[in-house]
């Protein structure tokens, strides 16, 4: 499977098969045993990786700077005001002397269609920091994440609340792949990418999972064994429609009440940052069923898998 990879651009969950997906899950984990047991696993030794984060970030940024570290591998953050690209240089140019110093290129921005262009034009691997279509390293800890807290993805039913954008993409496709039921709470008016739900919709005939848009939001709830949480206004131009969709998806906030139309067992996940009082309570984050900072830290370990995998 490693040969499968080797030089491979990771921009979206759905350019990789289910087994593939798990393949990287299965060295997510081991990393993590790694890591956690403090055994020496600089894999990456003498590696370089560039950075470009056009979009803000807590979580994204730093888990790869600090995966990167415990590999043994260099990153190099580099800021977009300050490449020639903010002056007009195309994409393509930077794409390929960017390819010349670096290892692998970690990229957060708007459209799709600019990391596709890097992956293109650079033959080390791209892997997607988030863009409007798809957050697949997200995907990748949640899917960890929700392994390591249920023993297996066979039966799970998600609830998700939140703005139906990459994040709610990437975990489509990952629910998708390994056969639990999402059910997207869903204002009048919102819906996700018809390419990701098509893709979503296949992957389901295979695996028997049901994803399912609806207004009814205790429908979502209902049975639900992990309760996932995500901003209403999703950076860039989202946010622009900030009170509009504060009004819109009000009635879908996660708070006690909610997370008590789940089962009992139920966890409370979330990509973060949340807003406290919109998309989800303070009293639902602090709670016992959160599980946001192991979620938060298994960034960092699938992060890690991916680089490994990927490097050439
Ligand atoms: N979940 C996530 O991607 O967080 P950041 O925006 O802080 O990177
Ligand atoms: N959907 C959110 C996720 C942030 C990690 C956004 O794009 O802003």
Redesign the pocket.
Known sequence: MRDKFRGKDFLALMDFTKEEVAYLLDVAADLKKKWTMREPHEYLRGKAYAMIFE???????NSFHAAAARLGAQSFYLRPDELQVSRGEPIKDTARILDRYFDGLYIRTFGHEIVEEFAYYMKNPVINA?TALA?PC?GLADLLTIKEKKGDFKGIKICYAGDIYN?CHSLMIGASMFGMDMYIATPKGYGADPKVVEVAKKHAELSGAKIVFTEDFDACLKDADVVYGNTWHSMGENELQKEQRIKDFGPYQINMDAMRKAKKDAIFMH???GFRGEDMTDEVIESTQSVVWDQGEN?MHTVAAVMVATAI
């Open positions: 979009k803000k970030s807590t979580r994204t940024r988030l957050h997200q994040v990509c973060l940052p960034r």
